[in-house]
């Protein structure tokens, strides 16, 4: 699924992010939908069925949920590739944020059923990520398997503090965008979680 993340709620300010309204969550909230998107973001343009290939989907499949994605402003054709009868799409942005908290108390049920499905599969794309970085990592060179981190910490805080937590540490990442150019040798795409939610008193 980028930065900041799909669903991320305090991103610093960025370019070409989407805010997500009501109606364009309902157009999401599809699993294979929210692979595609972050499939288009991280690797680029692809066809329907470059993408079925991926994601181990039929193209009849993926090619659905592209139109219904270009329907709600998620994605769009991209003019340099497309060729003849071949069509190839792009993200529309680079990416999504949206306000779970405003979305979860909505009065339209179908509303608060789309951001949970959002959620759930965002959380479910976090661990598949990480899992597959723990059992590839011996395949990476001896720098790259120290560069790397899985952490937890606990710290009390308000629920203002925990937000401007969370804004400071998107601030952090964002100023590491574009330091180093594509292609840079021994320099690959890094990709972090952030995670913040409260525990329940003992």
Excluded at 21 to 38: C, K
Excluded at 132 to 158: A, K
Excluded at 164 to 193: F, M, N
Aim: proline share 7%.
């Amino acid at each position: 699924m980028p930065a900041p993340e799909d669903g991320a709620q305090h991103p610093a300010e960025t370019e070409n992010i989407h805010k997500v309204d009501a109606r364009t969550l309902r157009g999401l909230a599809h699993p294979l939908r929210l692979r595609l998107l972050a499939a288009l973001r991280e690797y680029g343009p692809a066809t329907a069925s470059g993408l079925a290939d991926r994601l181990g989907e039929s193209s009849g499949a993926t090619s659905y949920h592209l139109r219904q994605l270009a329907t709600y402003g998620f994605v769009e054709d991209d003019p340099e590739r497309g060729k003849g009868r071949e069509r190839w799409w792009r993200a529309a942005h680079r990416g999504t944020i949206f306000d779970s908290g405003r979305f979860l108390s909505h009065p339209d049920p179908e509303v608060r059923g789309a951001v949970d499905v959002v959620l759930h599969e965002m959380a479910t794309a976090h661990a598949r990520e990480l899992n597959t970085w723990i059992g590839t990592m011996r395949e990476w060179p001896e720098n790259w398997r120290e560069g790397w981190d899985i952490s937890d910490f606990q710290v009390r805080l308000t629920p203002d503090l925990s937000e401007e937590l969370i804004r400071k540490i998107h601030d952090l990442i964002e100023s590491y965008q574009g330091r180093v150019p594509e292609g840079t040798e021994g320099s690959a795409t890094v990709r972090s979680h952030v995670h913040f939610f409260p525990r329940p008193p003992e």
